[in-house]
């Protein structure tokens, strides 16, 4: 039987904070049973980096994409290279893309177009996207039901409603919690675990970020996939090894013909 593992669907490992002391990393990773780790890289360099690093640990997916907070760092063939990158196969996913409100109000018909330009791109190169969506519910939904993602995605660190998670459900995207499902107060993320289907739920770090209770305050790692993961096993009263073995196969199934 196949090795059963955890996921974490969103990792900055390619980020400087890593570059001292990645073995350990990876080590501790693999000390908690994590078994796949999606990179997610923001910038031609550390897509380039974190392919270099899955040559060595042979455990990472590689994803990039323009987030919607870096628009004006990207480069004049920045379209180019991702163009290039999905050519050559070597993306499992367009990501992060989507809209944030919260940091950039003066922006949005910007926000919009290169992110509604990245999903078009990934239903021509037949990958999921991954969605960074902040304060900005309804226009994420809107535009993903004009454009419909054909591949399906992720909803990477979701913080939104119970109700709107089931529209982006339907939608084709998975529902992915990260550290904030861990923290006493957030009764909205615990919600939304406990309210999706399992089938739709993905699991993720979202390092260097996000940290989970009660590790809060320090960098954050792929290891502590398995604290978001055994808090929402608790939530919705089942087995971990269950929910472990779920979200495996939901990882499987939305990247299988990636
Ligand atoms: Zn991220």
Same mark, same amino acid.
Not at 11 to 28: G, M, V
Not at 49 to 64: C, S
Not at 72 to 100: C, H, S, V, Y
Not at 150 to 161: L, Q, V
């Given at each position: $039987?196949?090795?059963?593992?955890?996921?974490? +669907?969103? %990792?900055?490992? %390619?980020?400087?904070?890593?570059? /001292?002391?990645?073995? /350990? =990393?990876?080590?501790?990773?693999?000390?908690?049973?994590? $078994?796949?780790?999606?990179?997610?890289?923001?910038?031609?360099?550390?897509?380039?980096?974190?392919?270099?690093?899955?040559?060595?640990?042979?455990?990472?997916?590689?994803?990039?994409?323009?987030?919607?907070?870096? *628009?004006?760092?990207?480069?004049?063939?920045?379209?180019?290279?991702?163009?290039? *990158?999905?050519?050559?196969?070597?993306?499992?996913?367009?990501?992060?893309?989507?809209?944030?409100?919260?940091?950039?109000?003066?922006?949005?018909?910007?926000?919009?177009?290169?992110?509604?330009? /990245?999903?078009? *791109?990934?239903?021509?190169?037949?990958?999921?996207?991954? =969605?960074? $969506?902040?304060?900005?519910?309804?226009?994420?939904?809107?535009?993903?039901?004009?454009?419909?993602?054909?591949?399906?995605? =992720?909803?990477?660190?979701?913080?939104? +409603?119970?109700?709107?998670?089931?529209?982006?459900?339907?939608?084709? $995207?998975?529902? +992915?919690?990260?550290?904030?499902?861990?923290?006493?107060?957030?009764?909205?993320?615990?919600?939304?675990?406990?309210?999706?289907?399992?089938?739709?739920?993905?699991?993720?770090?979202?390092?260097?970020?996000?940290?989970?209770?009660?590790?809060?305050?320090?960098?954050?790692?792929? %290891?502590?996939?398995?604290?978001?993961?055994?808090?929402?096993?608790?939530?919705?009263?089942?087995?971990?090894?269950? *929910?472990?073995? /779920?979200?495996?196969?939901?990882?499987?199934?939305?990247?299988?013909? %990636?």
């Amino acid at each position: $039987m196949a090795k059963v593992g955890w996921i974490d +669907s969103h %990792a900055h490992l %390619a980020y400087e904070e890593y570059d /001292q002391d990645l073995p /350990q =990393i990876i080590a501790n990773a693999k000390e908690r049973n994590v $078994m796949r780790i999606m990179v997610v890289t923001l910038t031609k360099d550390e897509t380039e980096k974190a392919m270099i690093l899955n040559d060595e640990y042979g455990m990472f997916d590689v994803a990039f994409g323009f987030h919607p907070s870096d *628009l004006d760092k990207i480069p004049e063939d920045g379209f180019e290279t991702l163009e290039k *990158l999905l050519g050559n196969g070597k993306l499992k996913a367009i990501g992060e893309i989507g809209l944030d409100y919260y940091w950039h109000k003066d922006n949005k018909e910007e926000q919009k177009s290169v992110f509604i330009r /990245q999903i078009e *791109l990934a239903n021509r190169y037949g990958v999921p996207i991954i =969605i960074h $969506m902040r304060d900005a519910a309804w226009d994420t939904l809107e535009i993903l039901k004009q454009h419909r993602p054909i591949k399906g995605g =992720i909803m990477h660190c979701y913080s939104g +409603s119970v109700e709107m998670a089931f529209e982006y459900i339907k939608c084709g $995207m998975y529902i +992915s919690l990260g550290g904030p499902v861990t923290f006493k107060n957030a009764h909205v993320p615990k919600e939304v675990a406990k309210a999706v289907g399992v089938e739709w739920l993905l699991t993720e770090t979202d390092c260097p970020y996000l940290t989970p209770h009660p590790f809060r305050g320090k960098r954050n790692e792929p %290891a502590m996939v398995e604290l978001v993961g055994l808090e929402i096993a608790r939530l919705r009263e089942i087995e971990p090894d269950e *929910l472990m073995r /779920q979200v495996a196969d939901n990882y499987a199934r939305l990247f299988s013909n %990636a």
